[in-house]
């Protein structure tokens, strides 16, 4: 049976020009006729490979395929005679191995084969790669869709003038609603708003169409819904609006996620705060008038002890004097821990927003020397200081925080070598500033560094809590509150404050503060 041998031969040029695959077949037999060049360009086989295969083409479809041509020849039996056009995609195999997918446009003629009264005349595009890019899309959509679902949102497209907004199946979840009731996922704008709460629907129609009429090029709100089911939702809305050409907005796509989770959390955390704040205050109030109402009894204690050392000197044993030794000694350290209960009392109270005032430094740092007079002159300590910022900030809370740091850099060094300080300054680095989340732009850094008896790296965050001391009080004097101050200052100018330090070899207290804006 002979390929490409037609009596029309015009008609026969005529298909060769055709882009898509062409060929005929025989009814029933399936033997084909004819083929165009388009066909061995799109499977690559040529008429050899068809006249070896008895002119059939079943060696390269699957069994599956083979099943679908005898569903197939119902279909060509009814339209024998009425010239109707038969179309499907049918998978054949191409030379090479791979697959191809033909969109076929079949109809019945009359055979030009006086042995065989019907031809099929098969039109085929290949699709292949259309058909990849369609199951990539549904693929895509799919995972789209199971992202919506896990992340508990939904998108929306809404064209400015129309009053149908389209929904995607997962904005149908978040409703409370089964997206496979909705055929064509267009909703009215009027059905998303039943949903709002009637105190809020005015404010969230007014951001909306306000952002059309302003040309924003993007808005969000967040506001609550009861859904379909009757639960009450936190959601959060983001909308993008599109511009023509003359600048006006034709549609505006966005996104609506369910925060009900993150919303009651935030509100529960906001509560928690709120307790919190209330505790704070309230023990930092018992701790001013704790330590108030104590000063009384202590003087009291204090001055009963001396005047029995000065009444009764003469008849007290040694064991007597040394009871009211201990007695006064312990005093004097009772009065200590009560000045900074208060002292950081007072500074806890300052965290309440208060106007910061222009503080130069240099003076900040010689007045905390001066106040440490006695001992910088009998331990004979050397005090080096760079020259300093002026900053904004509380001066009395400076004081106190340059005061207690000298003081520990003095008194931290054993008896048998002479204390050095070394007060410096630089500008803190932007890897700094990142490192430890400080709130401002710009920082100083402004390092304290002792010769004194360290600590291990172990204690590098716990020096900085109440009451806690590496060192007792046998070796050195102290109440334990010093840094914990030092820590309330810093933060109350939110700034940082760390430590350095090496056993036996010295420390270094690192204050982050805003510099001046």
């Given at each position: 049976?002979?390929?490409?041998?037609?009596?029309?031969?015009?008609?026969?040029?005529?298909?060769?020009?055709?882009?898509?695959?062409?060929?005929?077949?025989?009814?029933?037999?399936?033997?084909?006729?004819?083929?165009?060049?388009k066909?061995?360009d799109?499977?690559?086989?040529?008429?050899?490979?068809?006249?070896?295969?008895?002119?059939?083409l079943?060696?390269?479809?699957?069994?599956?395929?083979?099943?679908?041509?005898?569903l197939?020849?119902?279909?060509?039996?009814?339209?024998?005679?009425t010239?109707?056009?038969?179309?499907?995609?049918?998978?054949?195999?191409?030379?090479?191995?791979?697959?191809?997918?033909?969109?076929?446009?079949?109809?019945?003629?009359?055979?030009q084969?006086?042995?065989?009264?019907f031809?099929?005349?098969?039109?085929?595009?290949?699709?292949?790669?259309?058909?990849?890019h369609?199951?990539?899309?549904?693929?895509?959509?799919?995972?789209?869709?199971?992202?919506?679902?896990?992340?508990?949102?939904?998108s929306?497209?809404?064209?400015?003038?129309?009053?149908?907004?389209?929904?995607?199946?997962?904005?149908?979840?978040?409703?409370?609603?089964?997206?496979?009731?909705?055929?064509?996922?267009?909703?009215?704008?009027?059905f998303?708003?039943?949903h709002?709460?009637?105190?809020?629907?005015?404010?969230?129609?007014?951001?909306?169409?306000?952002?059309?009429?302003?040309?924003?090029?993007?808005?969000?709100?967040?506001?609550?819904?009861?859904?379909?089911?009757?639960?009450?939702?936190?959601?959060?809305?983001?909308?993008?609006?599109?511009?023509d050409?003359?600048?006006?907005?034709?549609?505006?796509?966005?996104?609506?996620?369910?925060?009900?989770?993150?919303?009651?959390?935030?509100?529960?955390?906001?509560?928690?705060?709120?307790?919190?704040?209330?505790?704070?205050?309230?023990?930092?109030?018992?701790?001013?008038?704790?330590?108030?109402?104590?000063?009384?009894?202590?003087?009291?204690?204090?001055?009963f002890?001396?005047?029995?050392?000065?009444r009764?000197?003469?008849?007290?044993?040694?064991?007597?004097?040394?009871?009211?030794?201990?007695?006064?000694?312990?005093?004097?350290?009772?009065?200590?821990?009560?000045?900074?209960?208060?002292?950081?009392?007072?500074?806890?109270?300052n965290n309440?927003?208060?106007?910061?005032?222009?503080?130069?430094?240099?003076?900040?740092?010689?007045?905390?020397?001066?106040?440490?007079?006695?001992?910088?002159?009998?331990?004979?300590?050397?005090?080096?200081?760079?020259?300093?910022?002026?900053?904004?900030?509380?001066?009395?809370?400076m004081?106190?925080?340059?005061?207690?740091?000298?003081?520990?850099?003095?008194?931290?060094?054993?008896?048998?070598?002479?204390?050095?300080?070394?007060?410096?300054?630089?500008?803190?680095?932007?890897?700094?500033?990142?490192?430890?989340?400080?709130?401002?732009?710009?920082?100083?850094?402004?390092?304290?560094?002792?010769?004194?008896?360290?600590?291990?790296?172990?204690?590098?965050?716990?020096?900085?809590?109440?009451?806690?001391?590496?060192?007792?009080?046998?070796?050195?004097e102290?109440?334990?509150?010093?840094?914990?101050?030092?820590?309330?200052?810093?933060?109350?100018?939110?700034?940082?404050?760390?430590?350095q330090?090496?056993?036996?070899?010295?420390s270094?207290?690192?204050?982050?503060?805003?510099?001046?804006?």
């Open positions: 049976m002979p390929l490409y041998q037609r009596d029309n031969i015009p008609l026969e040029k005529f298909i060769q020009l055709i882009p898509d695959l062409v060929y005929l077949q025989e009814f029933p037999s399936k033997k084909i006729t004819f083929i165009n060049r066909f061995t799109i499977l690559g086989y040529q008429k050899e490979d068809l006249v070896q295969n008895d002119f059939l079943d060696f390269a479809l699957s069994e599956g395929e083979l099943k679908k041509w005898e197939r020849l119902e279909e060509y039996n009814k339209v024998l005679n010239g109707e056009r038969i179309e499907y995609n049918i998978e054949i195999k191409h030379k090479n191995g791979l697959k191809v997918i033909l969109r076929h446009r079949s109809m019945v003629l009359k055979s084969n006086p042995e065989a009264q031809e099929i005349l098969h039109i085929a595009e290949d699709i292949t790669q259309l058909q990849k369609n199951e990539l899309i549904l693929q895509q959509r799919n995972q789209l869709n199971e992202a919506e679902k896990i992340f508990k949102y939904g929306w497209e809404w064209y400015v003038g129309a009053d149908t907004v389209r929904w995607s199946d997962g904005l149908y979840e978040v409703f409370g609603y089964n997206a496979g009731d909705f055929e064509d996922k267009k909703m009215t704008y009027g998303y708003q039943k709002i709460p009637i105190h809020e629907l005015e404010y969230t129609k007014n951001i909306s169409i306000q952002s059309v009429q302003d040309k924003k090029t993007y808005y969000e709100l967040e506001h609550s819904i009861i859904d379909a089911k009757g639960v009450f939702k936190y959601l959060a809305v983001k909308g993008k609006c599109y511009l050409t003359a600048g006006n907005v034709i549609k505006v796509l966005g996104t609506t996620a369910d925060i009900t989770q993150i919303k009651n959390y935030e509100l529960a955390l906001e509560k928690k705060i709120e307790e919190l704040f209330r505790s704070n205050q309230d023990l930092e109030q018992f701790a001013y008038i704790a330590s108030h109402d104590l000063q009384e009894p202590l003087r009291k204690i204090t001055a002890a001396n005047k029995l050392t000065e009764c000197s003469d008849g007290l044993s040694d064991d007597g004097r040394f009871f009211i030794d201990r007695i006064l000694y312990s005093s004097d350290r009772m009065k200590s821990l009560i000045d900074n209960l208060l002292a950081y009392s007072r500074i806890s109270r309440i927003p208060l106007p910061l005032s222009e503080v130069n430094l240099n003076q900040i740092v010689q007045n905390a020397i001066g106040d440490l007079e006695i001992p910088i002159s009998k331990k004979k300590a050397q005090i080096t200081v760079d020259e300093l910022p002026i900053i904004q900030a509380f001066s009395s809370q004081h106190q925080l340059f005061l207690n740091l000298i003081s520990n850099a003095i008194k931290f060094v054993e008896d048998s070598i002479q204390p050095f300080v070394n007060i410096t300054v630089e500008e803190a680095s932007l890897e700094e500033i990142i490192k430890f989340k400080l709130k401002e732009p710009r920082y100083w850094k402004i390092c304290i560094k002792d010769n004194g008896i360290g600590f291990e790296d172990e204690y590098k965050d716990k020096i900085f809590t109440m009451f806690h001391r590496v060192h007792g009080n046998a070796e050195f102290g109440t334990g509150l010093g840094l914990a101050i030092c820590t309330k200052i810093i933060d109350n100018h939110k700034g940082y404050l760390t430590a330090s090496t056993l036996q070899q010295g270094v207290f690192i204050l982050y503060l805003p510099l001046k804006p």
